[in-house]
């Protein structure tokens, strides 16, 4: 069987963009070949412009490939899509007459060590997928960043010779996502422009740049300006790019309410801000692995609030790209920049130094120097910065130290916002 026909996810965004329609992706991933299958052929049928998503396994994504095949020998359950274990060719089999030019499909696994992954995919006649050396090493893994960048190098640099005529690849920072909660923009924003920067460095010409909705939208909407601004000053002139939001990646809202406000207000941010795709969360998050039913009525939920957003008249202008998170991230780019021309050397040393480190992150890699808090006004800030180049390092106000409470209170600050 021949592949399937992806052509150029990013092509497709870009085209969805200009006609002023946000792409609307689910998280989706199963077990089971048919019902992997179902889940795209619904999510292609959605009201809205859909992208489709293949999300693999817990097995497959820290490698233990024999635990995943025995699972399909023995018809267990899975959290996700177990690509070695059914292979490409049955995997080009479930993407026929489904995945084309009008309906792209990626792949997301959570992976620090994917050259595997990569090589069965584009076995498979798929060409986009996401991830980065440092956004599926630190969060998600003990395996050294050392380790994770040298193969993440070899990934990118396979995953680039794959492209033809037809058929431009396409790679996705998740560095806007860094434990999907109270992590201050400028980080986020920095840590996504970094990983673009190192995809474009081993041959990728076409990335995506990721950012999570955290507890603010005033905020958020200074991120997703600063990340634009970054990201056409840093990146090079012959990668295209775009940006895509994910809708709040931290404790979900109890109440069904609540969760489909949370949504909404997501799409809400993906039109004001300018980003070009969602990743959307559904109202079972906080519960169980969701339904394709429960995917649908997100994507659906999502595309109808994205479309009643659209301005009728000129776009407003964006939102303020000076502020502080743009300075943030730029300090953050540029001295990891001056490292090394080689970025993953650069993301190495800025580790090992301290001017990158993320706050709660436990990989020992992380000096773990710096922490977080919610201000008053709901948005995100630096309680303790340890050796981060910030620019405004020294009029950093007085914070008391987080204890057991206040870190509750912090990650169930937004449930408890749209529940309420």
């Known amino acids: 069987m021949t592949a399937p026909a992806d052509r150029d996810f990013g092509s497709f965004v870009a085209t969805a ?6 792409v609307v992706q689910p998280r989706m991933g199963f077990g089971s070949r048919a019902r992997m299958r179902v889940g795209l052929e619904r999510t292609r049928q959605a009201e809205g412009v859909t992208a489709g998503t293949i999300t693999l396994d817990s097995y497959t994504r820290v490698g233990d490939f024999a635990a995943a095949r025995a699972a399909v020998a023995q018809n267990l359950p899975l959290n996700g899509y177990p690509l070695l274990a059914h292979g490409a060719e049955a995997t080009r089999a479930l993407l026929d007459g489904v995945q084309d030019e009008t309906f792209p499909v990626q792949v997301r696994h959570g992976s620090a060590r994917p050259q595997a992954l990569f090589a069965e995919l584009i076995a498979a006649g798929l060409h986009a997928t996401e991830g980065g050396p440092v956004s599926y090493c630190l969060p ?3 395996t050294p960043l050392r380790e994770s960048v040298r193969h993440w190098a070899e990934s990118c640099e396979l995953l680039a010779s794959a492209g033809g005529p037809d058929t431009v690849p396409h790679l996705e920072s998740f560095g806007g996502c860094m434990l999907g909660q109270l992590c201050p923009p400028g980080l986020l924003v920095a840590l996504s422009v970094l ?4 995809f474009a460095q081993h041959g990728l010409r076409c990335v995506s740049l990721s950012y999570a909705q955290q507890t603010s939208v005033e905020q958020d909407a200074e991120a997703l300006a600063a990340l634009h601004r970054l990201a056409s000053e840093e990146l090079p002139h012959d990668v295209r790019w775009h940006s895509v939001l994910y809708a709040y990646m931290g404790l979900y809202p109890d109440t069904a309410r609540g969760a489909q406000r949370l949504l909404q207000s997501a799409a809400r941010l993906a039109v004001r801000a300018g980003a070009a795709r969602l990743i959307v969360k ?3 998050e906080a519960h169980r692995i969701p339904t394709i039913a429960e995917n649908v009525a997100a994507l659906e939920l999502a595309a109808r609030t994205a479309e009643h957003s659209r301005p009728d008249g000129p776009r407003p202008p964006p939102a303020e790209s000076e502020g502080t998170v743009y300075a943030e991230a730029r300090a953050l780019v540029h001295a990891v920049r001056e490292l090394h021309p080689d970025l993953g050397t650069a993301l190495v040393r800025a580790f090992d130094r301290g001017l990158l480190d993320v706050p709660f992150c436990l990989h020992p890699d992380n000096q773990g120097r710096t922490r977080s808090r919610i201000d008053d006004r709901g948005q995100l800030c630096w ?5 981060l180049p910030l620019p405004h390092t020294a009029g950093l106000p007085d914070a008391p130290a987080m204890t057991a409470a206040g870190l509750l209170d912090s990650l169930t600050f937004v449930r408890r916002a749209y529940d309420s």
């Open 17 to 22: 963009r200009s006609r002023g329609r946000l």
């Open 282 to 284: 559904t109202a079972a």
């Open 383 to 387: 309680s303790a910065t340890g050796g």
């Open 195 to 198: 990983e673009g920067l190192f």
């Open 140 to 142: 998600y893994s003990r």
